[in-house]
């Protein structure tokens, strides 16, 4: 089956800690985006990727970082330095046709 | 101003109701226009996309765009408790730098009463 996945699904970080968020997909779609979303608010862009080793931060990056060393694969890492990590992190992949994107599960984020 | 916004709702319709959701976006060069479903504590499911001024049918749903009035919207026919979630519009916003990525609004909630 294509699709997306995102691992784990629930996570725990305490204070201080950096977490790596997991999204592969196998579409063979280009383009890779990160989203957070908050309680009762729409989509935010964190970090997005239109081609491999490539990557470009969207609205809120500060605090996360990424990496898109193959085409299936794009971690995002919550640093220490995000005050305010709690959310639901979604990650999309769009193919060749035009802007249409797909959601993987997403990972549900938690600071303990 | 916010570049794409929705009424938060929450907004009910009776089973068997047309339940109509509205958005309205700021860049006048936009050319994509998508709506998503979210049930609670999951990911977004892509309904439907459209680009061209008018209606676009699929199913029970209908996307409509009035490029002019930069507005698109979501009519659900004959709706079904099992359409309450929130609908996620989302519009490719070119002053953003790029054209492969989407700005979306808050979401309306639908609830749908049996």
């Known amino acids: 089956d294509g699709g997306i996945t995102q691992s784990p699904k629930y996570l725990f970080r305490k204070e201080g800690q950096n977490v790596t968020l997991s999204c592969e997909q196998n579409?063979?779609?280009?383009?890779m985006y990160w989203y957070r979303q908050d309680p009762g608010q729409g989509l935010r862009l964190i970090y997005y990727s239109q081609i491999v080793n490539d990557f470009q931060k969207g609205d809120i990056a500060e605090g996360y970082s990424v990496s898109r060393e193959k085409k299936e694969s794009f971690p995002l890492t919550v640093t220490s330095a995000q005050k305010n990590p709690t959310a639901f992190y979604l990650c999309?992949?769009?193919?060749?046709?035009?802007?249409?994107?797909?959601f993987g599960p997403g990972t549900r984020l938690t600071v303990l | 101003q916010k570049e794409v916004e929705q009424n938060s709702g929450p907004l009910s319709v009776p089973e068997g109701a047309i339940a109509s959701l509205n958005c309205t976006y700021s860049?006048?060069?936009?050319?994509?226009f998508f709506w998503y479903r979210q049930y609670s504590g999951k990911s977004p499911e892509l309904i439907m996309f459209i680009y061209s001024n008018g209606d676009k049918e699929d199913g029970r749903f209908t996307a409509q765009l009035n490029k002019a009035s930069q507005y698109v919207s979501l009519l659900i026919r004959d709706s079904q408790p099992s359409d309450s979630a929130t609908y996620l519009c989302?519009?490719?916003?070119?002053?953003?730098?790029?054209?492969?990525?989407?700005?979306f609004g808050s979401g309306t909630q639908l609830t749908v009463l049996p």
């Open positions: 579409l063979n779609h280009d383009a």
């Open positions: 999309a992949s769009s193919g060749t046709g035009p802007d249409t994107q797909y």
């Open positions: 860049d006048r060069g936009s050319q994509s």
């Open positions: 989302a519009v490719n916003i070119f002053s953003s730098g790029s054209a492969r990525q989407l700005t």
